[in-house]
Nanobody, 114 residues
Framework: VQLVESGGGLVQPGGSLRLSCAAS????????MNWYRQAAGNQRELVAG???????NYAGSVKGRFTISRDNAKNMVYLQMNSLKPEDTAVYYC?????????WGQGTQVTVSS
């Protein structure tokens, strides 16, 4: 099983980034998919999730700014991040979840700074 994130980088406040996560080795369409983030010195937190039925949920701090989506044909999940703030700086992780089973990617760094 592999989850590979991409799309992170350095962006100015107010800017946008689109994170991608490519999944392999799982029956992607039956998994709920999530994006988590972990800032330095903080615990990992759930940012956004999308179920196998494409229902979505968001952390309050990103609601209205971030959008999660998935493409089951490509085994991909995305996180569109707009109006980025310095407090969004973190390592972002892709997660797949099916009951008690879960897998993690290696993470991609997002830095929001002027």
């Amino acid at each position: 099983v592999q989850l590979v994130e991409s799309g992170g980088g350095l962006v100015q406040p107010g800017g946008s980034l689109r994170l991608s996560c490519a999944a392999s080795g799982i029956t992607f369409s039956i998994y709920d998919m999530n994006w988590y983030r972990q800032a330095a010195g903080n615990q990992r937190e759930l940012v956004a999730g999308i179920t196998r039925y494409k229902s979505t949920n968001y952390a309050g701090s990103v609601k209205g700014r971030f959008t999660i989506s998935r493409d089951n044909a490509k085994n991909m999940v995305y996180l569109q991040m707009n109006s980025l703030k310095p407090e969004d700086t973190a390592v972002y992780y892709c997660n797949s979840a099916l009951g008690a089973m879960g897998y993690w990617g290696q993470g991609t760094q997002v830095t929001v700074s002027s």
